[in-house]
């Protein structure tokens, strides 16, 4: 399975992130988590949320209020949206396959070669 965030990489304050993972030799309709995490130097790994294969949602609860991960079968894409982003968004985000929810590992699974997204004015 291969796997290819993008979106921009520049995202001002207040606004809404919005990143597509396209994913290649494999469908989002099978069996697995397609999730999203993202990396800090300072905070680590963090887990976003994920899209079942039957198109349940599951998000971490910190991000909740402003995570929304959709899916496109036909394009075999899914979404992120991340509104009201503030600095603290400012991360390298990861979309993958997972096998378990939430994701406290990448060394699991497979993952995209990640996109930085930076929010600033």
């Known amino acids: 399975v291969q796997l290819q965030e993008s979106g921009p990489g520049l995202v001002q304050p207040s606004q809404t992130l919005s990143l597509t993972c396209t994913v290649s030799?494999?469908?989002?309709?099978?069996?697995?988590?397609w999730s999203w995490i993202r990396q800090t130097p300072g905070k680590g790994l963090e887990w976003v949320g994920a899209?079942?294969?039957?198109?349940?949602?599951y998000y971490n609860p910190s991000l909740k209020r402003r995570a929304s991960i959709s899916r496109d079968t036909s394009k075999n894409q899914f979404t992120l949206h991340l509104t009201s982003v503030t600095p603290e968004d400012t991360a390298v985000y990861y979309c993958?396959?997972?096998?378990?929810?939430?994701?406290?590992?990448?060394?699991?699974?497979?993952w995209g070669q990640g996109t930085q997204v930076t929010v600033s004015s």
């Open positions: 993958g396959r997972a096998t378990q929810r939430p994701v406290t590992t990448t060394s699991r699974g497979y």
């Open positions: 899209i079942g294969y039957v198109g349940s949602v």
């Open positions: 030799r494999a469908s989002i309709t099978t069996d697995y988590y």
